[in-house]
């Protein structure tokens, strides 16, 4: 791996080089930009502890592979590459970025038109989405697009479906918005799983209602079964959103963020509940645990 000399302290990966971030630049003819043909992974930092980032380069591997994209490197250098950032950047706390597109070719939509995938990895102090607030939410009228059509289970660069969404959220005056699957049943939130709370036992949608598999949902429904909760992965209609006890988001970006508006009808008596208390408590507990993430040594 090549390294730029440079005196800038904060560095982009891009194809091989760790290339000063105000000199991070890709060509207008990548296909990641003119068509959003591409993958990526959000992945979060904490304590310099890398939160699950095999689990983050597999589902990367495997939505590349969904889109025919082969990533020119291995699993595990691509791992080595994310360290080294997160070192060169002093990274103890904040949000990576891993992209992969088709790379730079012809216009048209053609692959062939690509000769090779750009690989980008970045990284910011982002803290997390909602601030760690609750929130309100709108459902909107903008229906998650089928798996027959893209399946949301891809991370792809189209978030196109998901912006308009958060528009809608935004006009209603709302924090963000919840996305029905075309059969009428709740998929997820803009860039969040979701999950409900009704007599102590915890649903959260099946992955056939087309909804990306969440790692944080993952964790989540693993932290509430070990609480000795009950998760039942349900298909859900707007009403068990309006009756429910407790509605919360779970995403790397968000982290978990209890929804305590829905359309205008409190959820609950308004206030984040006990159960997604408990949950983010052992949550924060383990995004430091080296046991589930990659410690990055100091130095
Ligand atoms: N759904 C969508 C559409 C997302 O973009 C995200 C964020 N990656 C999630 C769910 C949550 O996934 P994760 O917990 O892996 O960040």
Known sequence: MKSATCSSEEFVYINGEFVPKENAKISVWDHGLLYGDGVYEAIRVYEGNIFKLKEHIDRLYNSAKAIKIEIPMTKEELLEAVVEL???????????????TRGVGFMGVDPRNC?????????ELRKALFGGKPITAIVSTIRRFPSQCLDPKIKSLNYLNNVLAKIQAIEAGTDDAIM???????????????FV????????????????????????????????FEVREENL????????DEVFLTGTAAEITPVVKIDGRLVGNGEPGPIFKKILEEYQKIVKDPKFGVKVQEG
């Open 86 to 100: 997160v070192k060169r950047n002093k990274l103890r706390n904040g949000y990576l970025r891993i992209i992969v």
């Open 115 to 123: 000769e090779k995938p750009t690989i980008i990895i970045m990284s």
């Open 180 to 194: 029905l699957n075309m059969e009428g049943y709740v998929a997820e939130a803009v860039t969040e799983n979701i």
């Open 197 to 228: 709370v009704k007599k102590n036992i915890i649903y959260t949608p099946p992955l056939t209602a087309g909804i990306l598999e969440g790692i944080t949902r993952s964790v989540v429904i693993e932290i509430a079964k070990n609480l000795g």
């Open 237 to 244: 209609t707007i009403y068990d959103l309006y009756t429910a």
